[in-house]
């Protein structure tokens, strides 16, 4: 059973920077791709990064490419993935999670992670 705790989000103005972190515990975490999605108000949960089990590769959904960076502990010692984001805009609204799916390979679909954090809310002001 891996458990994932999300931190790092709060109130940025437009324009601004955060950076999520997603420590993962209790299981081997370089057996799994992670990715971070995010769900809005009212909206179903979307795929906004991800990055392989081997950190050698990411994938963005297109509206924060440029903007946003995940990255992984690169010898997987701390069991850290990261999203650094860079010109927050006020659609970037939403609770952040983090996910691990078993497998080397990232995927833009939720039910292929087998586990999830709780959350962190990240919230953009105009």
């Known amino acids: 059973q891996v458990q994932l705790v999300e931190s790092g989000g709060g109130l940025v103005q437009a324009g601004g920077s955060l950076r999520l972190s997603c420590a993962a515990s209790?299981?081997?975490?370089?057996?799994?791709?992670m990715g971070w999605f995010r769900q809005a108000p009212g909206k179903e949960r979307e795929f906004v990064a991800g990055?392989?089990?081997?950190?050698?590769?990411?994938?963005?959904t297109d509206s924060v490419k440029d903007r946003f960076t995940i990255s992984r502990d690169r010898d997987n010692v701390k069991s850290t993935v990261y999203l650094q984001m860079n010109s927050l805009k006020p659609d970037d609204t939403a609770v952040y999670y983090c996910?691990?799916?078993?497998?080397?390979?990232?995927?833009?679909?939720?039910?292929?992670?087998?586990?999830w954090g709780q959350g962190t809310q990240v919230t953009v002001s105009s």
């Open positions: 996910a691990a799916r078993p497998a080397f390979f990232v995927s833009i679909t939720p039910n292929e992670y087998r586990y």
């Open positions: 209790g299981g081997t975490f370089s057996a799994y791709a």
């Open positions: 990055i392989r089990r081997s950190g050698g590769t990411t994938q963005y």
